[in-house]
């Protein structure tokens, strides 16, 4: 795979290829999808009007695992236009709770989304867990499911921030994990690989702890000295829909 591919964050087009990658940063598959992503979702947000948007993103949920169980020559997990379905129901999501009525209307029904999302959630585990599903059928129904799952998930902490459940998704440890979660995920195979190949002579227990420490310390560095400043600046800015000048944000202005 030639390096510029990697800089140009289309890596993922030659693994989904067949082609082979460099192990160390096997990871950026998906930093290479977000990206992506990134660059043509505001164009959706901004052109499309809501009501066709949402009836799309709706479509593009539908779709992604028909694709995914179809042979279409490339592979089904890294594949960009196979994989959307995790980014619509994002975004459907933040339509649901940025939308006065959508938003409205999921918190007078708490206890309906609540057994929706926990029901979704144990259809997401046991889909994983059946024995009677080949592996590309779980990869192709299971990836969607997962994302509905985790949609319904973020919806029920939003509108019950005072629940049982958020009480200990805030943990302390967990948030902590979260905040470093971005660095450990990119990063942790090379400086784990690395560190690891350094000291092969070593003890085995000493190597691993060595390496988790400095892969924890990088995630330490990367939060304090560029995440947190980059993120920081992002809220320094005013994001307004140019086809709307009295909406603050082009997901707030979305038809339930």
Not at 150 to 169: H, K, M
């Amino acid at each position: 795979m030639p390096p510029y591919a990697y800089l140009l964050f289309i890596n993922n087009f030659w693994t989904a290829l067949g082609y082979r990658f460099y192990l160390p940063l096997g990871p950026l598959w998906s930093l290479a999808i977000e990206e992506q992503f990134y660059l043509f979702a505001p164009a959706l947000l901004l052109w499309v009007r809501p009501n066709t948007r949402n009836l799309l993103l709706v479509a593009v949920l539908l779709v992604s695992p028909l694709l995914r169980i179809c042979n279409l020559g490339f592979s089904i997990w890294d594949f960009t236009p196979v994989r959307l379905d995790g980014f619509t129901a994002g975004i459907l999501t933040a339509v649901l709770l940025r939308e006065a009525a959508c938003r409205d209307f999921a918190l007078k029904h708490r206890r309906a989304i609540t057994a929706v999302a926990v029901g979704l959630a144990a259809a997401a585990m046991l889909f994983a867990s059946s024995l009677e599903l080949s592996d590309k059928q779980q990869v192709a129904f299971g990836v969607t499911l997962n994302s509905i799952a985790a949609a319904g998930v973020i919806l029920l902490l939003q509108i019950n921030p005072e629940s049982r459940l958020s009480n200990v998704l805030s943990h302390s440890w967990l948030v902590l994990m979260g905040r470093y979660s971005y660095f450990l995920y990119l990063m942790h195979i090379p400086i784990m690989t690395y560190t690891l190949a350094a000291y092969s002579g070593g003890p085995n227990l000493l190597r691993i702890v060595l390496a988790s420490s400095i892969t924890l310390l990088g995630a330490w560095a990367s939060w304090r000295f560029l995440e947190a400043p980059l993120i920081a600046r992002g809220k320094n800015y005013s994001y307004t829909n140019t086809r709307d000048p009295g909406a603050s944000d082009p997901v707030a202005v979305a038809g339930c």
